[in-house]
């Protein structure tokens, strides 16, 4: 069995999470739900980053004590998990975290041959927390940021990067060390190329307002942010510390033959795929597999404000996950990222989009073909699985096999290049198929027994459907866990043979939040409909489907399924993952320990 470690970075907590966020834990968590599935051995990873200066900065702004402030956000980050219903297996603050502090002064420690000291000016970007060189400045202007960097002059610990541009440029060229896409793979060659400057990794502790880990052996410097940050991905495993638990954990995910994944935004390639490998290199340790760098979302045409502060048009908490997650379900939430964010370029969000997409395609298009699929069988079969088809494969229905056999492979090629978009494409097309199948083969007639009926072929269409359904639950579970458990749920037969009633596999979101300012679902009350589950509602044909489905769901409703949802993921994920942690059970801890491991 493969191990694949699956890491996303770690944020720094001078605010609270906005969608950006969500978009890579999300990423992170198809692919460890998948790479499960596939039996691969899986520990996902998150965490916070709570040693940034910048978190400094924005505790004193709003006059709280560091200590205080970091907490409080790192816990809505924490927070995430459930929310989003993400399998994380282990989340580490760095500040709170026992394994970190010593990882982090042993991983110093092995890298002291190219630490040394000298005194430093430069123009220094806060926001950054790093360094620029006046060539890499736009406009004089930090290029992250736009804002105009400081003169820093300072004695600051520096680290060797020159010696290791070529090794750097071998792992990368020969794909020991994968990143994609390949535009950035280019870009970091780039930066090898226009030659490697050594870099800071310290400050002085009084800058640092004492916050962050002493340089060892020099208490009054603070080892620099990143530096400390970079190394949560060994520290968690054990990295540095005596015993057992890096024997297991660090052998089993960093040190072993296995997948080592990193997943991360645009703007901090060069510290993941230059810095951070180098500083593997010098401790003697095994760089990463794989470096996966996802664009930036902006929010109705504007750029996510990296403090957190500009949530657009819905002023504080528009644009928090959790809160999105919570009024339109998880599953709608991580639809919107997957389905819509392209591989390469920025994508825009809205609240809009989200329900849009998720109206079209989760309460309609799927929700109403598993819908009609099981109220058929219901009607016409007495909810008894129509007999496989063997030769009398229905006829029309080649497309629609073509695209159930595909799907997995087709998923797995598009996650293997990163490309969530085009995995849930080929999930997708088993849905649209479907739905053009069920048009074409209209099976309310064949039901008939007069003139046009045809019980044989009848069985065939049926079966067939109800296969394209159960295929459709079985891949939609890394993209869609508390949904793709529903399709499963309405697709199994119960102990007496039949399959349950037709329920709704995705409720439709308020048809009004269209239109509603961002996260402001609940501007209207909507209005109160009743749902229909009694077996004398069950449509035979598909106007009568469509009545049945599209009522619009109340938001009470979608907010009470909430927690069910929760209990659905554990349920699947019990049954089919092994080594899953069930959505809504993960503890965010700072001292899970490798408990986690052991799966
Ligand atoms: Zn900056």
Same mark, same amino acid.
């Given at each position: 069995m493969t191990a694949t470690y699956i890491t996303t970075t770690i944020p720094y907590v001078n605010a609270r999470p906005h969608i950006g966020h969500a978009l890579e834990l999300v990423q992170a968590d198809v692919l460890a739900r998948y790479h499960r599935r596939c039996g691969d051995t899986v520990r996902f990873q998150a965490g916070t980053d709570d040693n940034a200066l910048k978190n400094v900065l924005a505790a004193g702004a709003a006059g709280l004590g560091v200590r205080e402030f970091v907490d409080r956000n790192a816990e809505a980050f924490g927070a995430l998990g459930g929310a989003l219903s993400l399998s994380v297996d282990d989340f580490i603050r760095t500040s709170r975290d026992p394994r970190h502090r010593p990882g982090v002064e042993a991983f110093w420690r092995a890298c002291s041959p190219d630490l040394y000291r000298r005194q430093y000016t430069g123009l220094y970007c806060t926001g950054c927390e790093q360094f620029y060189r006046p060539a890499e400045l736009r406009d004089g202007r930090c290029p992250e940021h736009g804002t105009e960097p400081e003169q820093v002059s300072e004695e600051n610990w520096f680290f060797r990067l020159s010696r290791y541009a070529a090794p750097l440029r071998e792992a990368i060229t020969t794909g020991r060390l994968r990143i994609e896409p390949a535009a950035r793979r280019n870009e970091v060659l780039g930066l090898i190329d226009g030659g490697l400057a050594d870099f800071s990794v310290s400050r002085p502790a009084d800058r640092a307002g004492g916050w962050g880990i002493p340089v060892p052996g020099d208490p009054g410097q603070v080892v620099y942010v990143w530096f400390d940050a970079l190394c949560n991905y060994v520290t968690a495993l054990g990295y540095g510390q005596d015993g057992p638990a890096r024997d297991e954990a660090y052998r089993r995910w960093w040190a072993g033959p296995g997948n080592r994944v990193h997943l991360l935004g645009k703007g901090v390639l060069r510290f993941h795929a230059v810095y951070w490998p180098a500083m593997l290199l010098a401790s003697g340790q095994q760089l990463p597999t794989g470096i996966f760098v996802h664009d930036y979302l902006t929010a109705g045409g504007r750029k996510i404000s990296k403090s957190g502060a500009g949530s657009p048009a819905g002023g504080p908490g528009a644009l928090e996950p959790a809160a999105l997650a919570a009024e339109c379900g998880a599953d709608a939430v991580r639809w919107w990222l997957l389905r819509e964010v392209p591989r390469v370029g920025d994508a825009d969000f809205t609240v809009a989009r989200l329900v849009a997409r998720a109206d079209d395609e989760l309460a309609n298009g799927l929700g109403n073909l598993v819908n009609r699929v099981v109220a058929m069988i219901g009607r016409y079969r007495d909810g008894q699985l129509p007999p496989a088809p063997g030769h009398h494969a229905a006829s029309g229905g080649d497309r629609l096999a073509a695209a159930c056999r595909q799907a997995g492979d087709a998923v797995g090629a598009a996650l293997e290049n990163f490309d969530f978009r085009q995995a849930t494409a080929a999930v997708w097309s088993i849905v649209d198929e479907a739905n053009g199948f069920v048009n074409r083969a209209r099976p309310w007639e064949l039901a008939r027994? &007069?003139? &046009? &009926?045809?019980s044989r072929r009848l069985d065939a269409v049926l079966a067939q459907l109800l296969g394209a359904c159960s295929v459709l639950g079985r891949e939609l579970t890394p993209f869609l866990p508390g949904t793709a458990a529903r399709v499963t749920a309405q697709c199994t037969p119960g102990a007496d043979g039949r399959l349950p009633g037709p329920r709704p596999v995705f409720r439709r979101l308020a048809q009004r939040a269209r239109s509603a300012p961002a996260a402001g679902l609940d501007a209207e009350e909507p209005q109160q409909e009743q749902q229909h589950e009694g077996a004398d509602d069950r449509p035979d044909d598909p106007d009568q489907v469509e009545a049945v489905n599209a009522e619009r769901v109340v938001l009470d409703e979608v907010l009470q399924e909430t927690p069910d949802e929760g209990a659905e993921n554990a349920q699947h994920d019990g049954a089919e993952d092994p080594d899953g942690v069930p959505a809504g059970q993960e503890q965010p801890s700072d001292s899970a320990g490798d408990e986690a491991d052991d799966n």
């Open positions: 027994t &007069g003139p &046009g &009926g045809d």
